[in-house]
Antibody, heavy 118, light 106 residues
Framework: EVQLVESGGGLVQPGRSLKLSCAAS????????MAWVCQAPTKGLEWVAS????????YYRDSVKGRFTISRDNAKNTLYLQMDSLRSEDTATYYC???????????WGQGVMVTVSS | DIQMTQSPASLSASLGETVTIECRAS??????LAWYQQKPGNSPQLLIY???SLADGVPSRFSGSGSGTQYSLKINSLQSEDVASYFC????????FGSGTKLEIK
């Protein structure tokens, strides 16, 4: 059974950093592209960042470029999102998601909440 | 950026009814479109990919269609467990989601 379990969320002050993790199991992690998608409270979904199977290619939405870094450790079956210079508008639930055969997402984690507030 | 305009924003229908949700892209996305269902308090689940391919384990009462800039999700024989929000997502050029449709039972 495919499982994606996020951790690392919480309350953080504006300008500070946070690192999210996503532990994957039930599939060969190194064979799949992965991504982070966020959802602000009572809002819709927004793609945040994606990473290729080996980690050599990364992609970001404009609003997080230069502030967020997506990475992966295939030996540990874990996906990461380093979030720096956090802003109040980054407040959201962050989902880890597995890329399908094309850049849609066939499995999602349960999500982790990030609140940026002073 | 490709904009996805989803309608309606909310929808109320009776059990057994057929409902249709639509997404319009700001440019041709060549059927690079997925639909997701998000039940209250849960994470999204893939329903449809490549505009009309049913994801594994999804009931056949769900179907997708469309081409070019216009796409739709149809739910036949509406059931109580279909209460959820539904989102479209284009993946032709980067990734953008529609704003969502909240489906309730009348």
């Amino acid at each position: 059974e495919v499982q994606l379990v996020e951790s690392g969320g919480g309350l953080v002050q504006p300008g500070r950093s946070l690192k999210l993790s996503c532990a994957a199991s039930g599939f060969t992690f190194s064979n799949y592209g992965m991504a982070w998608v966020c959802q602000a409270p009572t809002k819709g979904l927004e793609w945040v960042a994606s990473i290729s199977t080996g980690g050599g290619n990364t992609y970001y939405r404009d609003s997080v470029k230069g502030r967020f870094t997506i990475s992966r450790d295939n030996a540990k079956n874990t996906l990461y999102l380093q979030m720096d210079s956090l802003r109040s508008e980054d407040t959201a639930t962050y989902y880890c998601a597995r890329r399908g055969k094309s850049p849609y997402f066939d499995y999602w984690g349960q999500g982790v909440m990030v609140t940026v507030s002073s | 950026d490709i904009q996805m305009t989803q309608s309606p924003a909310s929808l109320s229908a009776s059990l057994g009814e057929t409902v249709t949700i639509e997404c319009r892209a700001s440019e041709d996305i060549y059927s690079n479109l997925a639909w997701y269902q998000q039940k209250p308090g849960n994470s999204p689940q893939l329903l449809i990919y490549d505009a009309n391919s049913l994801a594994d384990g999804v009931p056949s009462r769900f179907s997708g269609s469309g081409s070019g800039t216009q796409y739709s999700l149809k739910i036949n024989s509406l059931q109580s467990e279909d209460v959820a929000s539904y989102f479209c997502q284009q993946y032709n050029n980067y990734l953008t989601f529609g704003s969502g449709t909240k489906l309730e039972i009348k």
